[in-house]
């Protein structure tokens, strides 16, 4: 699976956490940086990797910023793009199952370890469909008139 990844300058160490995991799993990823631990603006690597994910040239993308919370604000301002914070495994499933979500932000302060077990779960859970699916075009026709 082609992903997109990327993180502000306190995300780094996650970044490369999650990249080692990924390349074990066989995914091609690409890394939209920061790529040293200088100071960056999250929008600048949120919106070009959610304008990637929602052209299709990725299957999902993956933001950590400290709390995760800048880097969801920010992606979610493409159009195309669902992206959610999610802090654990549950959470990461839920989004996919229900709002199929196609970034997943992470905080750097939570625990590496839950971080890569909701990274795994995101990129393994399908969309559930159904009603969700009218939820989901909801969204889509939010974003017509914004």
Known sequence: MKLAIGCDHR???LKKNIMVLLTELGH???DF?????DAIDYPDIANP????????????GILVCATGIGMSIAA???KGIRAALCCNAASA????RHNDANILCLAAINNTNENLTAVNTFLVTPFEGGRHLRRVEKIAEIEKTA
Request: glycine content about 14%.
């Open 28 to 30: 091609d990823v690409i």
């Open 76 to 78: 979610n301002k493409v």
């Open 11 to 13: 995300g780094i160490e």
């Open 93 to 96: 499933e839920l989004t996919r």
């Open 49 to 60: 990797l959610a304008r990637g994910v929602a052209r299709g040239e990725f299957k999902y």
């Open 33 to 37: 940086g920061a790529f040293k631990e």
